[in-house]
């Protein structure tokens, strides 16, 4: 079994998987739709879920740096109840604050053009936030 990681902007949906051993997050895709309308793409997502054999998703969680929950926590917590009524898979909120900065770092780093970056964010930041999870994860179950 695999988990998915999923970063939801307003337009795309950042995505990524773990490896079997649930250790390693590896950036898959990212989905496009019209703007504050990501049930679009529950068709594609359902395809990647199903090809992966997916148990768990792993959602960014939008916080504002000083911890407040704004208009973007309350998006991704639309798309959340959306996703449990879809895929009656468990859902577990994973705080991505920086997670879209450290991605841009990580494209700039590699030399990526502004241009491929803007397509590649989110992707990258799925595999941050997942990335994240699976380590604190692994932390809990070592420590």
């Known amino acids: 079994m695999r988990i998915i990681g999923l970063d939801l902007g307003t337009k795309t949906l950042g995505v990524a998987v773990s490896d079997m051993t649930e250790t390693i997050a590896t950036g898959v895709t990212t989905l496009r739709f019209e703007e504050n309308q990501p049930e679009k793409c529950l068709e594609d997502l359902n395809k990647i879920i199903e090809e992966y054999n997916v148990s768990l998703i792993v959602i960014g969680l939008p916080k504002n ?20 009524d879809k895929f009656k898979l468990p859902i577990y909120e994973q705080d991505e604050r920086l997670s879209s900065v450290t991605a841009n770092n990580v494209l700039l780093q590699a030399d990526v053009s502004r241009k491929k970056r803007k397509s590649k964010v989110d992707g990258v930041a799925a595999t941050i936030i997942l990335q ?12």
């Open 65 to 84: 740096m000083n911890n407040t929950l704004g208009v973007a926590v309350e998006r991704t917590r639309s798309f959340i109840k959306i996703l449990e």
């Open 132 to 143: 994240n999870y699976l380590d604190i994860r692994k932390g809990k179950e070592n420590g």
